[in-house]
Nanobody, 124 residues
Framework: QVQLVESGGGLVQPGGSLRLSCAASGFTFSSYAVSWVRRAPGKGLEWVSDINSGGGTTYYADSVKGRFTISRDNAKNTLYLQMNSLKPEDTAVYSC?????????????????WGKGTLVTVSS
């Protein structure tokens, strides 16, 4: 069955960096676009970033553009999110999600599986 397991979250000071990982199994990882989404405390789900199956096309939410970088290693079945210049408003549970096809896009349409998430707390 499809499994998506996130890791790498933790407590970081404002301005700091973290790299999140998402280990995928149960499907042909290299054939599907994958995404990062987040949910801040008391708020709704926010789409963060997308990458297509081959890794050559990426999209970002305006709130993270220029600070976050999405990437993938299809040989390792792993998705990454490098987060730099972190702000307190980036505090959230970050989850990875699989799309139903190879094309990256913005928003939640087409997502079919999600991981449980990893908590990122940005605080001094």
């Amino acid at each position: 069955q499809v499994q998506l397991v996130e890791s790498g979250g933790g407590l970081v000071q404002p301005g700091g960096s973290l790299r999140l990982s998402c280990a995928a199994s149960g499907f042909t990882f290299s054939s599907y676009a994958v995404s990062w989404v987040r949910r801040a405390p008391g708020k709704g789900l926010e789409w963060v970033s997308d990458i297509n199956s081959g890794g050559g096309t990426t999209y970002y939410a305006d709130s993270v553009k220029g600070r976050f970088t999405i990437s993938r290693d299809n040989a390792k079945n792993t998705l990454y999110l490098q987060m730099n210049s972190l702000k307190p408003e980036d505090t959230a549970v970050y989850s990875c999600a699989k799309r139903g096809g190879p094309i990256a896009t913005r928003g939640f349409d087409g997502m079919d599986y999600w991981g449980k998430g990893t908590l990122v707390t940005v605080s001094s």
